[in-house]
């Protein structure tokens, strides 16, 4: 450790030393660099300590396999540096975490993990207020293993980078679009209905453009949804919850507040379906009905002059907002 000289910064310490850590170590051990000002490897006795580590930086790397890790990034004021740094270095990382104080990633630090982590399968980008479509387009590129994907406030987003990217990351089973107004159209569900057909959870939180054509294409095209979030979408009508209700019937979360052109019609669909699925359920002897049908139904009632009857529909959401046990 002579000639590594004072480590003050993260940029101090020697990628190849940090690597070096990493093949050592067996594959129930985690590396936490704190901000405190010293970095802890553990596992069996093996400890590492380095001082004067950078306190604007909190990273957590998780090692499963030296081939297998999950990282989480937090800084202050240097992540997209880190991220071009560290990226090159870790080809084989499969979950990537990178939480923000405030927006600094951009859109290199992406290309550069797009174009490096082929195997990358949960990427949360979420907050990353600077970044364009560029970024979009470099994960649908070297990034097609994408299951979950956070995305949530990057308003930056426009829904034709997004249906690019549905295009090309097809396993994609987890999605967050909440606050994504650009990205999160009608054109954009079109394509993930189209191609993204394991998709399970979706948040579409306050993304004023989505429509009843395009949850209609996401019913008919997701059938294993288990959960998605509509709040905000003002828009939608029942015909977008009918759709919901016969064609994907694992759904177990629905989130429809500030929906208020939502009436009774489509609380009555939610309450039929459930009917509907429970009677196949008990047909097979493979699944208990417990373990199907809506669960979570959140919808905010909207009083005014012009506002649909509430009373109707949340007798119907009895149903399944309690079930019977």
């Known amino acids: 450790m002579g000639g590594i000289g004072a480590i003050t910064e993260w940029k101090d310490i020697p990628m190849e030393l940090l690597l070096r850590i990493v093949s050592l170590v067996d594959d129930q051990t985690v590396i936490f660099v704190s901000g405190v000002g010293t970095i802890l490897v553990i596992g069996y006795g093996l400890v590492f300590r380095f001082s004067s580590w950078s306190r604007e930086i909190t990273l957590f790397l998780v090692v499963r396999t030296v081939n297998e890790a999950e990282i989480f990034f937090r800084c202050k004021n240097s992540m997209n540096n880190l991220v071009l740094s560290l990226a090159p270095k870790l080809r084989n990382l499969q979950t990537l975490v990178l939480r923000q104080d405030k927006p600094q990633l951009l859109d290199n630090a992406i290309e550069t993990i797009a174009n490096c982590c082929h195997d ?191 009373s109707g529909a949340h007798r119907a959401a009895s149903a399944f907002s309690h079930p019977a046990h």
């Open 120 to 310: 990358l399968q949960d990427l949360d980008l979420s907050k990353s207020f600077k970044l364009s479509d560029h970024s979009l387009y470099a994960l649908a590129h070297g990034c097609p293993n994408l299951v979950k994907l956070n995305i949530s406030g990057c308003s930056a987003f426009s829904d034709t980078a997004l249906v690019y990217l549905a295009s090309s990351c097809r396993k994609i089973k987890y999605l967050n679009l909440c606050g994504c107004v650009k990205a999160a159209s009608d054109k954009a569900l079109k394509a993930i209905g189209h191609n993204c057909n394991q998709l399970k959870s979706l948040n579409l939180g306050w993304c004023e453009q989505v429509g009843d054509a395009g949850v209609e294409c996401l019913a008919y095209g997701c059938p294993d949804l288990r959960a998605l979030d509509l709040c905000g979408c003002v828009l939608i009508t029942d015909d977008s919850v009918v759709a919901l209700a016969n064609n994907c019937l694992h759904l177990r979360s629905l989130g429809l507040y500030y929906c208020q052109n939502i009436t009774d019609k489509a609380m009555y669909s939610l309450a039929y379906s459930r009917v509907k699925n429970k009677r196949e359920m008990l047909k097979s002897t493979k699944n208990r009905y417990e373990e199907e049908g809506l669960m979570n139904l959140k919808r905010q009632p909207v009083h005014g002059p012009h506002s649909p009857s509430c």
